[in-house]
Every structure is written in C-alpha cells, then in structure tokens.
C-alpha cells in the first residue's frame, strides 16, 4: 500500500472525531450557499456531504490523493452526483483544479502534506482572488505521546508529517498570496473505548504508514505494542485553525 493509500471503508465507520472538528471548522466557512468549493482531503466523503448541506445551489470539488478514499466518497455521495467533482491529487503539487474555486475547506489533511510552503501555494493557485479557506490540522505537538511511544518501541518518529505553529503558518500563507490570515492552536484529548477500538482507530490513521511497513502477521502485535505504552486509551491531539482569504490581487 503506498503512503497515500488508507483503509478507507474502516476509516468510514471509525473517523468520528474528524467530523466532529469539522462541524466548527465549517462554521468559520463563510458561504452564501451557490459556491464551487473545494473540499482539500476529502477522505471518505462524511465530511463532504456536511458541505454540500452548506451550498445547496453550488457545488464541491472532492480531492484526494487516495484512491481507495475517492472510491468510499462516490460510494457514499453518488459516483454521478451533478454537484461533486472527484478529483484525485496530492496537495504538494500543483493541483488539476479548473476553473479557480470561490472557496476552500480542510479538515484533518494538510498535516500529511510535509512540504507547507508548496502546499499554500497549490491552493492559492486554484483559488478566486478574495476566496476564503477555513481549515483544520494537526498542528504543532500533537499525538506527541504516541511519537514517545514509537521511540520505545523503536519503531522511529510519526513519520513524514508536518505539525506547523501558527507563526510558521501565517509565514508560509501570506508568502503564497493569503491576506486576513488568522491561525491557532487548541487542544483536542480525544478518549476512545479500550482494546480493540482504540487499537483499530491508532492502527487505522495514526499508524498507518508504519503499519503499512510491517508484514501482515506483524500488524497487530506493533499496533498493540504502542497502545501499551500509552497512559490510556487517549489521543492528545492539538489542532491548527486556519481562516484567511485569497489576495485580491
């Protein structure tokens, strides 16, 4: 499986505290309910489908650099939906968005585009001068118990993420064209139930590209592992909030 790859139909059943944040991550979206938007890492569609609800005479771009993901999302929101372009890209290269978007919205993805600076640029590339983007990610010290945890393990860091500040953020916005840029960080401890669920959820997106190194037969038993090590079952994300707005000029 390669990095970009996820077990989408679990992802599906288990991504509920995604979409929690991304109810008031939507909310700091201001719509007027006609626009094209794109939704930057749509995963499975859950969230996209809140979206839609948010411009019921417009229409969402849905990218993802994950096929099985697009597969779950034309699955759930309909393969010939008039209203939803699916469009399979990664977000640290330029992106086959056209025309531009009144609108950008991103929930729980850009951490897992290493290279920032390239990755606000791609997106102030597909946007309307004067385009809002409200987003939300992984920002800087999150799941940092579980990054503890693999280094007893020995199973090295988290891996080729990037969990940015809000000053290295706002850097790298208004460098790629954003004005009004507003960014912070909040904490997001997360409980989970114990055993199986928490280790299906840590072996499912937290894990995933570890796990996709090791041999089948080996999966559980890592993924076990690093729970183990853990205080509880108990993630401690912190997120990075981003509003801002393509430069008019």
């Known amino acids: 499986m390669s990095e970009?790859?996820?077990d989408a139909a679990t992802y599906d059943r288990i991504a509920d505290p995604q979409v929690h944040w991304a109810t008031?991550?939507?909310?700091?979206?201001p719509l007027r309910g006609d626009e094209r938007v794109l939704d930057a890492g749509c995963?499975?569609?859950?969230?996209?489908e809140l979206l839609l609800e948010r411009v019921p005479d417009g229409s969402v771009v849905a990218l993802d650099a994950s096929a099985r993901m697009l597969d779950e999302a034309r699955r759930r929101l309909g393969a010939d939906n008039p209203r939803v372009a699916f469009v399979r890209a990664d977000l640290g290269q330029p992106l086959p968005v056209d025309p531009p978007v009144d609108a950008v919205f991103s929930n729980a993805a850009l951490h897992w585009v290493p290279d920032h600076e390239a990755l606000f640029r791609n997106l102030a590339d597909v946007m309307c001068p004067?385009?809002?983007?409200?987003?939300?990610c992984g920002g800087r010290g999150n799941i940092a118990s579980i990054g503890e945890a693999l280094r007893q393990v020995g199973g090295g860091s988290l891996g080729d993420v990037a969990f940015a500040s809000p000053e290295e953020t706002r850097e790298r916005m208004a460098a790629a064209g954003f004005e009004d840029i507003e960014c912070w960080l909040h904490d997001e401890?997360?409980?989970f139930?114990?055993?199986e669920p928490f280790e299906r959820f840590l072996g499912t997106i937290v894990l995933r590209v570890h796990v996709a190194a090791l041999p089948e037969s080996e999966r559980a038993a890592f993924v076990h592992d690093v729970a183990s090590r853990l205080p509880g079952?108990?993630?401690?994300?912190v997120r990075l909030n981003i509003t801002a707005r393509r430069a008019a000029h």
Do not use: C, K
């Open 4 to 6: 970009h790859e996820w």
């Open 233 to 237: 079952p108990r993630i401690d994300y």
């Open 43 to 48: 995963g499975s569609g859950r969230v996209t």
């Open 24 to 29: 008031g991550v939507l909310q700091r979206l």
């Open 130 to 136: 004067g385009a809002p983007i409200a987003a939300q």
């Open 193 to 195: 139930e114990p055993g």
């Open 189 to 191: 401890p997360t409980e």
